[in-house]
């Protein structure tokens, strides 16, 4: 008899991201399984282009209790596997019977993709025998075939939140001189081209900036990526899903928990600050945790290229 499984994937995008090598793991255990996914309205368009995803269904935290009591009730009694990677009352109210634990304690050293990973030691305990994919319409891949890229070196080094957000001046000083000697491929949201103003239209620069769904930056990833060059974010995720080789610039965030967990990565911080005098700082001091030195950033990229193609 195949099973039902349900995944509780988390709110946000870049969480959802880390969440899919439990995914991987319960198609691995049960390959004849209907895995249904609850996403969020962040999460529901990339999640829908899943190829090991039977069906996906929506929930909206805003909701009234009314709401979301009709919503599990609708999915009470159909699934004999669940994961639940929001530690929700949801298993018990479905009446799973196989099902994630909800007493969960790791230290703060532990990155999160394996706190998820042991969650769900028990109902799917061996490895995970291949990654996921995000399946694009060949509307869509032949639209990104035609720009006729070359293997590059991707930067996604804005953010929606400053504290996490390479500055600009940092981030010319590194981009001028790989411009020169590699193809380079640059991603991020519609609002984030004022970030990078004339960096955009430097020779040797391919803007994606706003172009992009983030199925289409997997398909980019997947076949052109030499390198991901990012901050903290859900494409730094989304290319240790990949297994990219990164370079990685932190600031207030933790690496260990957040950070790139592909084979290959470098995370730089600010050497000469703390982590543990970040909670001491006002703002504006905060925003020096992200100016790390652009030669650097330049090395460990050339070092990186170096290790991974060696």
Known sequence: MSEDILINFPTNLG??????????????????????????????????KNNCLDEVVVFDKTWSFKQK?????????????????????????LGVKRKTSSLRYWPKT??????????????APRPAESASQFLLSEEQSEKYRSLNLKPSIFVACAS?????QYPYEYLRRVIEPLSKKYCLAILGLTEERVFYK????????????????????????KNYARL?????????????????????LFGPSNPKRYGPWSENFSVLTR????????????YQARLEYMKIDPGEVLQATEAMLVKSYE
């Open 69 to 93: 009591l009709n919503f599990a009730l609708s999915l009470r009694g159909k699934y004999t596997v669940m994961a639940d990677l929001k530690n929700t009352l949801l298993p018990f109210v």
């Open 15 to 48: 969480d959802a991201i880390i969440g899919l090598p439990v995914l991987d793991r319960l198609k691995t255990n049960y390959p004849q399984a209907r895995i249904t996914a609850i996403v969020s309205s962040k999460t529901k368009d990339f999640l829908l």
């Open 160 to 164: 929606k939140e400053r504290l996490k």
């Open 271 to 282: 050497k000469d600050i703390l982590q543990a005098d970040l909670k001491e700082k006002d």
């Open 110 to 123: 532990q990155h999160i993709k394996d706190e998820y990973l042991e969650l769900i030691d028990k109902i």
């Open 228 to 248: 991901l060059l990012c901050v903290d974010s859900s494409i730094m995720h989304l290319g240790s899903y990949l297994q990219l080789p990164i370079v990685a």
């Open 198 to 221: 004339d960096i955009l239209s430097l020779s040797g620069v391919v803007d994606l900036v706003g172009k992009t769904q983030m199925d289409e930056v997997y398909f980019l990833l």
